[in-house]
Nanobody, 127 residues
Framework: QLQLVESGGGWVQPGGSLRLSCTAS????????IGWFRQAPGKEREGVSC????????????TYADSVKGRFTISRDNAKNTVYLQMNSLNPEDTAIYYC????????????????WGQGTQVTVSS
């Protein structure tokens, strides 16, 4: 059974950090572009960060939304079949459900281009 499972969400105070994980089962992630997206209550889903496939010309390529540049870092560990999103200096505006997703397309970071999604993990930033 093909699955994408996010984990690592939770509650954190402003200025804190969380590391989200996206682990695949039933297939290997290295062939895919992976994206992290988020959706806050009452808002549209937005792209947070994406990382290129390890086996294409996009290997190592990353992109970030302006709102998270310098605070978030996306990375992948192919041995663990997992993609991470390290989130530092969190603020209340980062509160959302965070989703990981995959696409077979070369380096896209718009949700309409993504084919398969995890169930999401809640991140809440508040004091």
């Amino acid at each position: 059974q093909l699955q994408l499972v996010e984990s690592g969400g939770g509650w954190v105070q402003p200025g804190g950090s969380l590391r989200l994980s996206c682990t695949a089962s039933g297939f290997t992630l290295d062939a895919y572009t992976i994206g992290w997206f988020r959706q806050a209550p009452g808002k549209e889903r937005e792209g947070v960060s994406c990382i290129g496939s390890s086996i294409t010309s996009s290997a190592g390529r990353t992109t970030y939304a302006d709102s998270v540049k310098g605070r978030f870092t996306i990375s992948r560990d192919n041995a663990k079949n997992t993609v991470y999103l390290q989130m530092n200096s969190l603020n209340p505006e980062d509160t959302a459900i965070y989703y990981c997703a995959i696409t077979g397309l070369l380096f896209r970071c718009k949700d309409m281009d993504y084919d398969y999604w995890g169930q999401g993990t809640q991140v809440t930033v508040s004091s």
